[in-house]
C-alpha cells in the first residue's frame, strides 16, 4: 500500500504540473508544456559522469528522457535513442537537414523538425517514420503536445497544430514574421512569441488569437507559464511578465549589461524565477516585481536554458561548463568542463541529467 499510495501521489504532482508523461520523465525541450523548466525531481551534486557518446555532429537541442531511454538529435540530422543506462544505440533515424528543435516524446512517437522545414514523426519502438509534414521554411521550433494534438512553429511565419496520429493539419495560424521558438500550452491556450516582437495566446481548439502584446526585438525563447503569468526575454534583453488571461503587460525590464540578449527560456517554480542572457549572466529575479535577488556571471554567452531540480539551478554556457547554482544565493555548488561550448539545455529525469555539446559530445551525470 505505501508505495501504491507514493505513485499516485507522484502521478498527481506530475499532472498538476501539465506533464505528458510519467513521473520522473522529461518528454519535451522544457520538460512540461507550459515550458516551466522544472524537474520533477531534485539532483544533488556531486555529480558524476555516467557515460559520454560521440554523436558526430553539434548538439545544440536538449535532449528528451523518457522510460529507459535518451532521444537526442544533431545539427547533422540524426535522431537517436539510447540506453539512459549506459548510451548504447538502439536505433537511429536520419534527415537530409539538420535538427536544431528538441524532440518531443509522446506516447509511442517521437516528434521533432528540421532545417528543412519537416516535421517527422517517428516510432520509438523501430525508429521508423509514422509521417511527415512539410512547412514553408525551417523549423527551429520544437514540438509541444496538446491533448491529441502537436504544435510547433516555422521560419515560415506560421504556428501549426496537427493532429498526433496523422500528422493532418488542424489549424495554421500566420503571424507577421519567423516563429523560431517553442509554443507553451496551458488551459487550452497556446503562447507563442516570434521574430515579429509580439507574444500571442491562441485557443488551441481552433486556432484562433485571444490576445497580442508587443514586447518589442526578435523572440526567440519560449515563453514560461505559472500562476496565471508569462515571463519571457527578448534578443534586445528586454525581459517581461504578462497576464496569461488578459494578455496586460505587468511589468518590462532592460537588461543593461553589455551583449544583453535572451536567448534562453525561463525556469519558474513558486515565485522563483531565473532567466539567462547573452551577457553571460544567469540571474534570479522576483517573479511579481523583476526585482533582482542574485546574479551568476558564466566567462561567455549561455544559450542554455536553465532548469530548476529542487534547491538547484543548472544551466550550460558557451565557455564549456555546466553549472549547479544555488536556487537561494546564486553560490556555484558544482560545475563540469565539457571542453566545447554548452548551447542545449539540461534534461533531467529518471536521476540522470543528460545534455549535448557543440562538440558532439553527449554527456550523462547522476549520483
Not at 513521473?23 to 525541450?29: I, N, R, S, V
Request: charge should be positive; charged fraction near 20%; aromatic fraction near 8%.
Amino acid at each position: 500500500m505505501p508505495l501504491l499510495f507514493l505513485s499516485l501521489l507522484l502521478a498527481l504532482l506530475v499532472q498538476r504540473q501539465g506533464a505528458i508523461a510519467l513521473a520522473g520523465d522529461w518528454p519535451c525541450f522544457r520538460g512540461q508544456p507550459n515550458a516551466s523548466g522544472v524537474a520533477s525531481h531534485s539532483l544533488p551534486p556531486p555529480l558524476r559522469r555516467q557515460w559520454v557518446r560521440d554523436l558526430g555532429g553539434s548538439v545544440e537541442a536538449t535532449a528528451a528522457i523518457v522510460g529507459d531511454r535518451v532521444y537526442v538529435a544533431t545539427m547533422r540530422g540524426v535522431l537517436y535513442a539510447l540506453r539512459l543506462a549506459d548510451g548504447a544505440n538502439v536505433w537511429t533515424y536520419r534527415s537530409v537537414d539538420a535538427f536544431s528543435a528538441s524532440p518531443l516524446v509522446k506516447g509511442d512517437v517521437v516528434y521533432i523538425g528540421d532545417e528543412g522545414g519537416v516535421l517527422h514523426a517517428v516510432s520509438t519502438r523501430t525508429g521508423r517514420v509514422r509521417w511527415k509534414v512539410k512547412t514553408g521554411d525551417k523549423i527551429t521550433s520544437s514540438a509541444v503536445s496538446a491533448g491529441d494534438k502537436v504544435l510547433f512553429g516555422s521560419y515560415d511565419g506560421r504556428l501549426y497544430c496537427v493532429d498526433a496520429a496523422t500528422g493532418k493539419r488542424a489549424w495554421a495560424m500566420k503571424t507577421e514574421a519567423q516563429v523560431h521558438a517553442a509554443p507553451s500550452v496551458h488551459r487550452g491556450l497556446a503562447y507563442v512569441g516570434g521574430c515579429d516582437g509580439k507574444l500571442r495566446a491562441v485557443r488551441v481548439r481552433d486556432g484562433r488569437q485571444v490576445w497580442a502584446v508587443a514586447v518589442g526585438g526578435n523572440i526567440s525563447a519560449s515563453p514560461t507559464i505559472g500562476d496565471g503569468r508569462i515571463w519571457l526575454g527578448n534578443l534586445s534583453g528586454v525581459y517581461v511578465c504578462v497576464d496569461a488571461t488578459s494578455g496586460r503587460m505587468v511589468w518590462r525590464v532592460q537588461e543593461k549589461e553589455s551583449g544583453a540578449a535572451a536567448y534562453a527560456s525561463a525556469a519558474y517554480r513558486s515565485g522563483a524565477l531565473v532567466f539567462a542572457s547573452r551577457s553571460g549572466r544567469v540571474f534570479r529575479s522576483d517573479a511579481r516585481t523583476a526585482t533582482a535577488r542574485w546574479t551568476f556571471t558564466t566567462r561567455d554567452a549561455v544559450d542554455s536554458s536553465p532548469v530548476i531540480a529542487g534547491n538547484l539551478v543548472y544551466a550550460g554556457s558557451d565557455d564549456g561548463s555546466l553549472f549547479a547554482i544555488r536556487l537561494d544565493d546564486g553560490r556555484v555548488v558544482w560545475q563540469y568542463r565539457a571542453g566545447a561550448a554548452i548551447k542545449a539545455s539540461p534534461a533531467i529525469g529518471r536521476g540522470r541529467l543528460v545534455i549535448g555539446a557543440t562538440d558532439g559530445s553527449l554527456f550523462c551525470f547522476g549520483r
